[in-house]
């Protein structure tokens, strides 16, 4: 019995990391948050812990905590371009979009092939009335996925650009 211990607390580790996901996609925030910090106190580090922690607050709209916990992400696993986009996108709503810009410029040096950061530095240069600049990252963005072409036809943050 002893040897399924570790399979067994492995198994409810990711039970209520589920569980605290399921609660953050149904605004059932302070379950979640109950859920994560139930977690032993040697796993909440961990990134799919602290990918979660993520998932919440963003949902929540908690963007500094959101921001916090990318951070932390970004130290633990710093070739994951999700991890930077995803502090891009809180230091936006927390701070500015100038900071937000910042960050993922950083990060376009790093992961120089993401779609995602193109797209979402269009964004930002759009809403910062940067309509040149917006226009050469949509376009390198749809090269390299064109999947974000009908997004942005319909993507707000991109309302000056279309017209």
């Known amino acids: 019995m002893a040897n399924h211990l570790p399979a067994m607390q492995a198994f409810q580790i990711r ?5 605290a996901s399921g609660f953050a996609e149904l605004g059932l925030y302070q379950e979640a948050v109950e859920e994560l910090e139930d977690l032993p106190a040697a796993t909440r ?3 799919p812990v602290l990918a979660t922690w993520l998932q919440v607050y963003q949902s929540w709209g908690k963007w500094s905590e959101a921001a ?13 371009a999700d991890w930077y986009i995803a ?6 709503r927390a701070q500015s979009l100038a900071a937000a810009e910042v960050i993922l410029a950083a ?3 790093k992961f120089p092939a993401n779609a995602t ?3 979402n530095l269009a964004c930002y240069y759009t809403q910062l009335s940067d309509l040149g600049k917006a226009r050469v990252y949509l376009e390198r963005a749809i090269a390299i996925d064109e ?3 009908k997004i942005a036809l319909t993507d707000p943050d991109l309302r000056l650009l279309r017209e």
């Open 68 to 80: 916090a916990v990318a951070e932390r992400l970004i130290q633990k696993d710093p070739d994951e």
């Open 117 to 119: 950061i193109y797209f």
């Open 107 to 109: 990060a376009l040096q």
């Open 87 to 92: 502090l891009g996108f809180a230091i936006r």
């Open 15 to 19: 039970r209520k990391v589920t569980a």
């Open 45 to 47: 580090d961990d990134i």
């Open 147 to 149: 999947n974000f072409r």
